[in-house]
C-alpha cells in the first residue's frame, strides 16, 4: 500500500493567515491527489481533486500544488469556518490511502 | 442535488455481519461516470477506503486487499441504492462507516483524477459483547 503522511500534525493560526499544509506520498503518484476538510461530526468535504482542481463552490482562497511525493495545500486568508482537519488522499493505487490529518485550530 | 442517505444497524456483537445501505438521489447507481464507495473512520485507523462498486458496461467492484475476504459492495439498481457488507467483525471494525460517490465528469478523462465529492452523513458502528 501507498502510506500517505501529513506535516504538521497540529498547526494554530489566526483568521486572516496564510497557511501551508504539506502531504506526502511513500512513493510517487503523480498528481493523484485529492483534499478534504472535516469539521467534528461532519463527513468530510472535498476541496481539490488532482492535485489542484478546485471543487464547485470551494473558495479561491484554497489552492494546492506538487507531483510525484510532495503535495501541499494553501489557505490564504483563513475564514473561521476553516478550523478544522485536512485529509489528503492519494487516488494512484488501491487501497486509495488517505494521510492522519492536519488539524487547524484558532491560535 | 445529489445525495447519499445511509441506513444499517450500530450496534453488532463480534462475528456478526455488518450491512449498511446506501440510498442515492439525485443521481444512479447504474451511472456510467460515477463510482459509489464505502470509507470508515476510526480513532485507531483513521480515515480508511474499504472498497467500491461501478457500471462500465457491466459492473465492478474494487477492495482494500487487508479485507477482501470479508467485504461485499453490491448494487441496487431497482432501489438506486448500494450496499456494505463485512461478516466476522471484531471490535476492530467499530468505526463510523461512509458512503461516498466520485464523480468522473469534467475536467479530465482520467479516472484516478477525481476524489470523492458527496457523503452520506456517517454510520456509528460499533462491535463489543
Given at each position: 500500500d501507498i502510506q500517505v503522511t501529513q506535516s504538521p500534525t497540529f498547526l494554530s493560526a489566526s483568521v486572516g493567515d496564510r497557511v501551508t499544509l504539506t502531504c506526502r506520498a511513500?512513493?510517487?503518484?503523480?498528481?493523484y491527489l485529492a483534499w478534504y476538510r472535516q469539521k467534528p461530526g461532519n463527513a468530510p468535504q472535498l476541496l481539490i481533486s488532482a492535485t489542484s482542481i478546485l471543487q464547485r463552490g470551494v473558495p479561491s482562497r484554497f489552492s494546492g500544488s506538487g507531483s510525484g511525493t510532495e503535495f501541499t495545500l494553501t489557505i490564504n486568508n483563513?475564514?473561521?469556518?476553516?478550523f478544522a482537519t485536512y485529509y489528503c488522499q492519494q487516488l494512484h493505487s488501491f487501497p486509495f490511502t488517505f494521510g492522519p490529518g492536519t488539524t487547524v485550530d484558532i491560535k | 442535488q445529489v445525495q447519499l442517505r445511509q441506513s444499517g444497524p450500530g450496534l453488532l456483537k463480534p462475528s456478526q455481519t455488518l450491512s449498511l445501505t446506501c440510498a442515492i438521489s439525485g443521481d444512479s447507481v447504474s451511472s456510467d461516470s460515477a463510482t459509489w464507495n464505502w470509507i470508515r473512520q476510526s480513532p485507531s485507523r483513521g480515515l480508511e477506503w474499504l472498497g467500491r462498486t461501478y457500471y462500465r458496461s457491466e459492473w465492478h467492484s474494487d477492495y482494500a486487499e487487508s479485507l477482501r475476504s470479508r467485504i461485499t459492495i453490491s448494487p441496487d439498481t431497482s432501489k438506486n441504492q448500494f450496499s456494505l457488507q463485512m461478516n466476522s467483525v471484531t471490535p476492530d471494525d467499530t468505526a463510523v462507516y461512509f458512503c461516498a460517490r466520485v464523480e468522473e465528469?469534467?475536467?479530465?478523462?482520467?479516472?484516478?483524477?477525481?476524489?470523492?465529492d458527496v457523503w452520506g452523513q456517517g454510520t456509528t458502528v460499533t462491535v463489543s459483547s
Open positions: 511513500s512513493q510517487g503518484i503523480m498528481t483563513l475564514e473561521p469556518e476553516d | 465528469v469534467g475536467y479530465s478523462f482520467d479516472s484516478n483524477d477525481y476524489g470523492l
